[in-house]
């Protein structure tokens, strides 16, 4: 069977907000090294852009729940 605890969608809320922040974070220290490099490699390239597309991601995804860290 299922288990029939429920999730309150704060805490889902909350940790959406959390992983926009993580991911943020992480988009933000590849683009720093991809920016300091003479010759990214299409590995790094491509790790940052799927970083980016991840955070952009999960803030429509915030948008459409309406939710913000502004509370």
Do not use: C, H, Q
């Given at each position: 069977?299922?288990s029939?605890k429920?999730i309150?969608?704060?805490e889902?809320?909350?940790q959406l ?6 991911l ?7 683009k720093?090294?991809?920016e ?5 490699s299409?590995?790094?390239?491509y790790?940052l ?9 999960l803030?429509r995804?915030?948008?459409h ?7």
């Open positions: 069977m299922l029939s429920k309150k969608r704060e889902v809320d909350e907000l959390d992983t926009i922040f993580t943020k974070s992480e988009w933000m220290n590849l720093s090294i991809i300091r490099s003479f010759e990214p299409e590995i790094g390239l790790d852009s799927v970083a980016e597309a991840k955070y952009f991601f803030l995804e915030a948008r729940r309406k939710i913000s860290a502004l509370r």
